[in-house]
């Protein structure tokens, strides 16, 4: 009885969306590349089943349900093939010309360009990317968004993973368009336009242009980090805003405030209905005689839609645009706005729109909040009317007392429904959680809600009259209120990585969300048997035992004691503090670099000249192109930076790392386990989990890429590269052709 009366209030409209995702998320997830012609031929076939069986309930269900993955898969398979962005094989540069098409000034002072590829020189690429992404010093005056550039550039093929499962840049760059990145080494320079660009481009760089002048206005009157977070709350752009800033906003989960959400579309249409329905009762004459509330309702669909327009356009401003877009139609066919159908509807748009969307956190974690909320405020209003009260006479303080208890408790209530619904995704993704999350919020939220975000709406109403000074300066002391108080909470907050979070937990609680917020009848007790099982697999990943990067450069082993490992004294901060979240640790041990002393102890062992490092527990030990520690299993781990140093270490290493992509059977005679720069530029990065023997002797070597074959189609661009092919770095050839230089006794 309980499942007809799910039915019958449409619980299966709204699981549509649900297996639309399953079936995008299945596509990504594939190890090699589906057919078009099958998946559309195969949903096609399930789809006159489920019809031919809509009689039996069961079969119609079970079919339709097949049929909507498939059509998941379709429309994924679909959106890859229309994309088809070119992407850049191997690391080169070249002069280029380039129309811009976004222009981001980032925290440090630089500037990173958008271009459209429109020819390339010295050397002219045989299959240049279409559009890349730069960095740039400065340039010149003028340049703006529809603007034709030139200038020598090094250009870069998008990077895979830090480690397995974590962010894929190349997927997020074959989606944007983005066929490489890099940084201008002369330029750029405004050149002459060959052509004018066409109209969608005209258009598109008006808009662009639009959104710099807004920004540049905001940092102008504001200035500071308080202007840089303004004109990302008003126009979507971040790069500007200070590092630090970003860190403190993170660690106390504060950051969805910079992200333009629900929270922007929501405030900008509550404020814009607010001042209709306050100008409107000015002249009770005309609201008694006109639907004032659907007027309202139409200046906020307006008003909403211009701020997507302007902000950006990201996945949850999207994700938000459709769900009130929803609401406020709802409002003018005299119809209830906020409900899960209108949730499911805008979460079917974005996913036929964007399926890439599906895996990536923004997505999952702006459905997961709001599906959340709603699913709680729907369960809170039946049960006000299930309980209702005769209404009580109260005087004006109590009246006023009650209305900011309510709004407290609501605050209260929200953040922690919103947080509880996105911590395990947001522990998935980013191996962090916010511990002072929710205190911060409720400290922070009433700023932003009375002092931010309406006042960033009047400004954005008063800016074409010169008029919204006042506002700005009032939305900046909000800021500058709200940044202190991230700092401090960020200051007192407790470390927040979390390490691997097991994939199984994050459907246990997938699952167990879509239950809890869909229902609404008794069946909702069957979320908590599966929120318990997520709970006790939370942590249940398996952490890896040695961290490489892609490039072979960097490796990262955990010694104990909270501590990492490095073979390098200067790593790549991005790779490290991801490893660090992913492996729970806080120090990392830098190498140690053998001296003169040390060196000639080992000569005698070791060929004339050459020192060969031993491997100890806490650090590497480096000499001549060659580090060695030990893991705390007593395994020993090298790094060589060639052939000729890992060969040293053969005798002595079970797991080696060279970084060499010519490196050919550098270990015959000996059971160590070799890992060479050409595995890992096909493969991308590697962690490694060492099962040990007797006498620390590794029983198994278990090395699990980033990426797979045969390659997706935002990875086929990395069997081009050089390493991929055994081939050594690219040197250009010397101008001056002479007499070869002299070896040296190392060569």
């Not at 190498?591 to 040390?598: I, V, Y």
């Not at 590697?686 to 090395?703: K, M, N, R, S, W």
Request: with cysteine.
């Amino acid at each position: 009885m309980a499942i007809e009366t799910e039915l019958d209030r449409g619980a299966a409209f709204l699981l549509v969306p649900v297996f639309l995702a399953i079936g995008a998320l299945a596509y990504f997830s594939f190890r090699a590349e589906p057919p078009l012609v099958p998946l559309a031929a195969a949903f096609a076939l399930l789809a006159v089943l489920a019809f031919l069986t809509r009689t039996n309930r069961l079969a119609y269900y079970a079919l339709a349900a097949a049929a909507i993955c498939l059509l998941g898969m379709a429309i994924a398979k679909i959106e890859t093939e229309r994309m088809a962005t070119k992407m850049l094989g191997a690391a080169i540069s070249a002069g280029i010309t380039g129309r811009v098409v976004e222009i981001d000034t980032l925290d440090n002072g630089r500037l990173r360009l958008t271009l459209d590829i429109l020819a390339t020189e010295r050397p002219v690429l045989r299959y240049a990317p279409d559009r890349v992404r730069l960095i740039a010093r400065k340039v010149p005056e003028g340049v703006r968004a529809g603007s034709q550039v030139t200038g020598y550039a090094r250009l870069m093929p998008p990077s895979g993973p830090v480690r397995p499962g974590s962010y894929d840049f190349s997927f997020e760059s074959y989606f944007d368009g983005i066929g490489a990145s890099g940084f201008f080494m002369k330029g750029p320079e405004l050149a002459a336009a060959a052509k004018p660009p066409s109209a969608v481009g005209q258009a598109s760089a008006w808009v662009e242009n639009a959104r710099d002048r807004i920004a540049q206005r905001i940092r102008d009157r504001i200035g500071g980090a308080e202007g840089e977070i303004a004109a990302a709350l008003v126009v979507g752009v971040r790069g500007g805003i200070p590092e630090d800033v970003n860190e403190a906003l993170r660690r106390t989960g504060l950051y969805h405030i910079i992200s333009i959400s629900g929270l922007h579309m929501a405030m900008v249409a509550g404020t814009v209905m607010l001042l209709m329905r306050l100008g409107f009762a000015a002249f009770p004459a005309f609201s008694s005689h006109r639907p004032v509330k659907k007027y309202a309702a139409s200046a906020a669909l307006a008003a909403t839609a211009g701020y997507l327009f302007v902000s950006g356009a990201e996945v949850a401003a999207q994700r938000s645009f459709i769900m009130l877009a929803v609401m406020l139609t709802a409002v003018l066919f005299d119809r209830a706005s906020l409900t899960m159908r209108n949730l499911a509807i805008s979460a079917i748009v974005v996913i036929v729109i964007s399926p890439h969307e599906v895996v990536g956190p923004s997505f999952q974690m702006s459905f997961a909040a709001t599906a959340a909320l709603v699913g709680a405020y729907a369960w809170w209003s039946d049960r006000r009317e299930q309980q209702a009260q005769p209404a009580i006479q109260r005087s004006m303080p109590s009246k006023l007392w009650r209305w900011l208890a309510t709004m407290a408790v609501g605050l209260a209530a929200t953040s922690v429904i919103a947080g509880l619904a996105t911590a395990v995704f947001g522990a998935w993704h980013f191996q962090r959680v916010s511990p002072l999350s929710l205190v911060a919020n409720l400290a922070v939220m009433p700023i932003v809600s009375v002092l931010v975000m309406p006042f960033a709406v009047l400004a954005g109403l008063f800016m074409p009259f010169r008029l919204d000074g006042i506002f700005l300066d009032t939305m900046g002391a909000g800021l500058t209120a709200m940044i202190a108080l991230a700092k401090w909470f960020s200051e007192h907050s407790p470390v927040d990585a979390v390490g691997l979070v097991s994939t199984h937990s994050v459907v246990l609680v997938t699952v167990a969300l879509i239950i809890a917020s869909m229902a609404t009848t008794w069946l909702r007790v069957a979320a908590l048997p599966l929120a318990a099982l997520a709970l006790l697999a939370l942590m249940n990943a398996e952490a890896p035992d040695v961290l490489v990067s892609e490039d072979a450069r960097l490796m990262g082993v955990p010694v104990g004691a909270g501590r990492l490992a490095v073979n390098r004294a200067r790593p790549n901060q991005f790779t490290i503090d991801n490893w660090k979240r992913a492996l729970v640790t806080e120090d990392v041990v830098g190498p140690t670099r053998l001296g003169p002393a040390n060196q000639s102890k080992r000569n005698n062992a070791t060929s004339p000249g050459v020192a060969s490092p031993s491997g100890s527990g806490t650090a590497f030990s480096c000499a001549d192109g060659l580090c060695l520690v030990e893991h705390p299993s007593g395994v020993q781990v090298a790094h060589a930076e060639s052939a000729v140093a890992a060969r040293r270490a053969c005798a002595t290493a079970d797991l080696l790392v060279v970084n060499d992509a010519t490196a050919v059977n550098v270990c015959t005679h000996s059971a160590a386990i070799v890992l060479t720069s050409r595995e890992l530029a096909r493969l991308g990065s590697a962690a490694i989990f060492l099962t040990p023997g007797g006498g620390g002797v590794p029983q198994q070597v278990d090395i699990r890429h980033a990426v797979a074959t045969p390659y997706r189609p935002w990875h086929a661009q990395r069997e081009f590269s050089r390493e991929a092919r055994g081939l050594p770095p690219y040197r250009r050839e010397s101008k001056r052709q002479g007499a070869p230089e002299p070896a040296t006794p190392a060569q």
